[in-house]
């Protein structure tokens, strides 16, 4: 057992001494060749149409943001507006308002139909 031991040591050893030598595993940094060389060509590339792309995408989703509010504005004025007219209505209809005025508001609101004369 004492060899197998021994063993094991000396072969830890060569494999400490082989990794502080070579340091990181992969490929070493400055060594391309061509291949390579055009690799990070075709990456770059890459890199400058998917920018483009990102970019193109961030527009389109602006605009449709952009819409998105300038319809949800109109339809804010529209209902400040028949809020408005409410209560104009109801201001009348308190300080008592004739019949007529009340048919013609109700004609207005789409309540009551018109009568047509025949």
């Known amino acids: 057992m004492d060899c197998d031991s021994i063993q094991m040591a000396i072969a830890e050893e060569n494999q400490s001494t082989e990794r ?3 340091g990181r595993r992969g ?7 061509s291949s390579e060389k055009v690799d990070v060509k075709a990456k770059l590339e890459r890199s ?7 970019r193109a995408r961030k527009k389109l989703r ?3 943001l ?10 804010v004025i529209a209902l400040r ?4 007219r409410l209560m104009q209505w109801d201001k009348q209809l308190e300080e ?4 007529n005025d009340i048919d013609q508001m109700l004609k207005e609101i789409g ?4 009568e047509t004369s025949s």
Request: glycine content about 2%; charged content about 45%; hydrophobic content about 25%.
């Open 81 to 84: 507006a028949e809020l408005e």
């Open 66 to 75: 952009e819409e998105l509010v300038a319809d949800r504005e109109k339809a």
């Open 48 to 54: 400058r149409q998917s920018a483009r792309e990102c």
């Open 62 to 64: 602006y605009q449709y």
């Open 20 to 22: 502080k030598e070579c």
């Open 27 to 33: 490929r070493k940094p400055g060594r391309k060749t």
């Open 111 to 114: 309540i009551l139909k018109q």
């Open 96 to 99: 008592n308002a004739s019949p």
